[in-house]
């Protein structure tokens, strides 16, 4: 009867051991908006203290060379959502926010993160920013995502008194989106404070209860924070006496209450016993803007360029027991790396006429694989007739309508100051003939811009 026992509690065990092993990883975006490159510690940043954001290199693997696919919000998250180029579906602009254009949107042909995770039974959420549609088709709780808790447009208010219109039916005039309240799946909600710590506060309340339902998850978290409206409570800008520049000083205000949160998710991430059980990404989805008061030094340009300062972010990535801490991993990825990443990890089939444009990371890692994991990233601004393409140190762009193409070898040169398109000619046109090959698989933009919005 003894050995009984005792065989039977061997048996739990390896089930219990064999459950754990077979678990896929959970996955955790955290996503800042209008980030500088040069506004987190583990990037040198000595004004504003970020130890949190820090911790997540310091577990895992800085990105010294980490892009993102453009650099403004809209299409920048609509490429790491699918794991695709966005202009390969025409999401080229930010989206109008006009809730009524059913075109405005992610296309539900695209298979979002969400959906193709829920092949693999994960639970997904969506807190913060959603930037994919405001029509009821684009919601996020169409798009495999099982929880919501944050806004449908593009930039929003902070303070709980300037969230004061129920929702898009009632906006009368152009930004004011920005004060429509916070809902949780469908349901208007009123929060108490700062949204910032809300966001931070349902992400932890997000995890704890897969958790406790013994459920694997990936939560993006998209922190619209540090975009304007510049917004800060006393408790953050207190810390930042020591910053005279008012703009700067509540941008740092808005990055420490982001850190805050990112501590207390990994807090949780350990008291839980899942850190090595979890993915954590952390990125900006664009570089430093022009009017928040962020810092992309030394980059050259900001925001909405195809100079490195727009598209260069902050990237960090930790795994525990399997990245190796404390890495600096200084060859090209891109936010298009997260989706094949975790795709790869549940070894999930993606459907061949929507190929994914990112690599498993996990190799270049690990040691396994030390070649670079892209032979190319490109970009293009459709409107502005703009292009970049990078391949390892040589970047070929033309950044706006008018300006002239320009060569840089960013390993000497990293603030894009020596053109050396003159010297390399060969080279800058083979590297224009992939973008061309490239270029000729986008489709054009396939919806109305918010730049143009004005359908109330
Ligand atoms: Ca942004």
């Known amino acids: 009867m003894y050995l009984k026992k005792i065989a039977f509690a061997l048996l739990l065990c390896n089930m219990a051991l064999s459950q754990s092993q077979n678990t896929p990883p959970n996955l955790i975006v955290i996503m800042t908006d209008d980030q500088g490159y ?16 820090d911790a997540i290199a310091k577990n895992g693997v800085k990105f010294t060379r980490g892009y993102v ?30 809730p009524n254009d059913p ?23 969506v807190i913060g920013k959603w930037h994919m549609g405001t029509h009821p088709r684009f919601h996020p709780l169409e798009r495999g995502f099982d929880y919501f808790f944050g806004f449908l447009s593009g930039g929003h208010n902070y303070f709980p ?38 966001l931070s506060q349902s992400a932890v309340k997000y995890i704890e209860k897969q958790v406790s339902n013994d459920q694997h998850f990936m939560l993006y978290l998209a922190y619209n924070a540090p975009h304007t409206p510049l917004q800060a409570t006393p408790k953050y800008l207190s810390r930042f006496d020591h910053i005279k520049d008012p703009k700067r000083k509540t941008y740092a205000a808005m990055v420490s209450a982001v850190d805050d949160g990112v501590g207390q998710i990994l ?24 009017n928040n008061g962020s810092n992309n030094r030394p980059l050259r340009g900001r925001k909405s360029d195809l100079f490195e300062g727009g598209i260069r972010v902050p990237f960090a990535m930790q795994w525990k027991g399997t990245i190796p801490a404390g890495m600096t991993y200084e060859k090209n990825v891109s936010s298009l790396d997260i989706m094949a990443t975790i795709v790869a990890q549940n070894k999930i089939s993606i459907d ?11 190799p270049f890692l690990n040691g396994e694989n030390d070649s670079e994991p892209h032979d190319y990233l490109f970009w293009r601004k459709i409107k502005y007739n703009a292009m970049a393409v990078m391949k390892g140190d040589q ?30 000619n060969a080279q800058s046109k083979s590297m224009q003939l992939e973008w061309d090959l490239w270029n000729a698989e986008l489709i054009d933009c396939i919806f109305p811009s918010l730049a143009k919005d004005e359908w109330w």
């Open 103 to 125: 075109s405005a949107g992610l296309p539900v042909e695209e298979e979002t993160i969400a959906e193709v995770l829920k092949k693999s039974n994960y639970n997904n959420a």
């Open 69 to 98: 696919t453009y650099p403004v919000c809209g299409p920048s998250r609509a490429g790491f959502l699918t794991g695709r180029y966005q202009g390969r579906f025409g999401f080229s602009d930010n989206p109008s926010i006009n």
């Open 267 to 290: 807090k949780t991430l350990k008291k839980s016993g899942i850190e090595e059980n979890t993915i954590v990404v952390f990125l900006s989805d664009n570089g430093g803007a022009k």
């Open 352 to 362: 061949k006429k929507r190929t994914l444009d990112g690599v498993n990371l996990i």
């Open 38 to 53: 040069a506004d987190v510690g583990f990037n040198g940043c000595e004004d504003i203290p970020t130890p949190n954001i």
């Open 161 to 198: 008194k300037k969230l004061n219109i129920n929702d898009l039916s009632e906006v009368k005039r152009k930004w004011q989106w920005y004060a429509t309240k916070i809902k949780e799946n469908r349901t208007v909600v009123e929060i108490e404070d700062y949204l910032t710590d809300e």
């Open 395 to 424: 970047k070929l762009v033309k950044n706006k309508r008018n300006d002239f193409k320009e060569m840089f070898n960013l390993s000497s040169d990293l603030s894009e100051t020596y053109n050396l398109i003159e010297k390399n």
